[in-house]
């Protein structure tokens, strides 16, 4: 297996292969997601090709937010009003029950998270009523084996709502910081002091929450070097199983809260990209694992032991040990993966709302996969978990030459090769350490629907 560890940083060839791209928490990703589709083909499909021996995963999308977070992208409603999250509640409740009828049958539940949105927006009495509706529809697990997580703003949990939370069964929790200098989190309008993170990081621990992750974000306003390279060593200090520290992708015109923030604040390119640097060395010296992309985990954590084993995968929560998995997700704008298809739920609340009260389902639109989305899949999930791929096991799975197969992409491989981001042995191609930080770009060459030209509008870019 890889050495995750092992990277080097070329800034030449960063910013050469520096383009949009997918992050590719699926494939095909959700831009080939098609409303022609009918949404009961996507259902029989998927109940057609899905093992029903195998565990499942469970997504729930909570979309209230208190307050309304400049360089968020996310799909969520901003409100102050509480009452408004039962009424959703309720109709989620209809969707939980139609799901557990078509993919329930008794499979066991060995993930769960809960994400938004601010999923803590709800009282502590709903999470427990929500659990319950979940807990009697599917097979969740009582030995507490299973990964069941949820994202949680320092500024919405409570010393009780933790115990909420742990008593009805979850073991992980994400922590939203993105950055702990005051001047950035009031350019972005997230004012959190460092104290209240760590107050809710001290319960958790106490309480035996399993494995805490935490969430940065580089490339906002007034961050510099300096500036970051201290959040960093607060957030090291603190000591998460998991960190993840995304980039910051300003594009206004398509996430409207994004207007509120000043372009002449945002760092430059160069400065992003110092930023980046330093984070990498500072969280590896620290004892951190690069996972891949923005993840990075303790030697212990089950992430980075599943990358060394070869059991890593990821799907539309990310990296995940649970490649097993059919992932049922509900909520507004909500994605799952069964069998062969993905689709997606209504992206509108009102819409979404409308079609669960109507007929139990609100899928919006999807996709089924091809016999070469498969293939092109399981070399993109290779390369991006474990930076590395075997050929002869492709070929082996497919009756395929994998070379011949792929030939439209031996021009690309042949220039990776030359700038020495991988290497091709007989039955092997190895991402070397400068090409693991543009692990994205290798992997677009085997997308089939990025045009070789990269024209890839929708995309963030990859570094």
Known sequence: MAQPTQLAWNTDLIKRYDLAGPRYTSYPTALQFDTEHNEIDLIRTGLKTSDVHAPLSLYIHIPFCAHVCYYCACNKVITRNRDKAQPYLDTLYKEIEQ??????????????????????????????????????????????????????????????TLKTLRATGFNRISLGIQDVDPRVQI???????????????????????????????????????????????????????????????HMPDRFRPQRHINVADLPSANEKLAILQSTIQKLLNAGYVYIGMDHFAKPTDELAIAQQ????????????????????????????QVGNVYYQNEHDITAWSAAIEDRGRAIRRGIQLTKDDHIRRDVITQLICHF????????????????????????????FKEDKLLSVKKDKIIVSPAGRLLIRRICMAFDAFIPKEHTTLGYSRII
């Open 388 to 415: 590395s791929l075997d050929t002869t096991a492709i070929e082996t799975k497919y009756d395929i030459d994998f070379f011949d197969y792929f030939n439209d992409v031996l021009l690309e491989i042949n220039q």
């Open 187 to 249: 350019a972005v309008n997230r004012v959190q002091s460092t104290e209240d993170t760590q107050c809710i990081l001290d319960e958790a621990r106490s309480l035996g929450f399993k494995s805490i992750n935490m969430d940065l974000i580089y490339g906002l306003p007034h961050q510099t070097l300096e500036t970051f390279n201290k959040t960093l060593d607060t957030v090291i200090e603190m000591s998460p199983d998991r960190l993840s520290v995304f980039n910051y992708a």
């Open 99 to 160: 799901a557990a009828a078509w993919y329930g049958n008794q499979r066991i539940v060995n993930q769960l998270h809960w994400g938004g949105g601010t999923p803590t927006f709800i009282s502590d009495e709903q999470m427990q009523e929500l659990m319950t509706h979940l807990r009697h529809h599917f097979a969740l697990r009582n030995d507490d084996k299973g990964d069941y997580s949820i994202e949680i703003d320092p500024r919405e949990a409570s010393s009780n």
């Open 309 to 336: 084993t070869g059991k890593l995968h990821r799907n539309f929560q990310g990296y995940t040990t649970h490649a097993d998995c059919d992932l049922i997700a509900m909520g507004v704008s909500a994605i799952s």
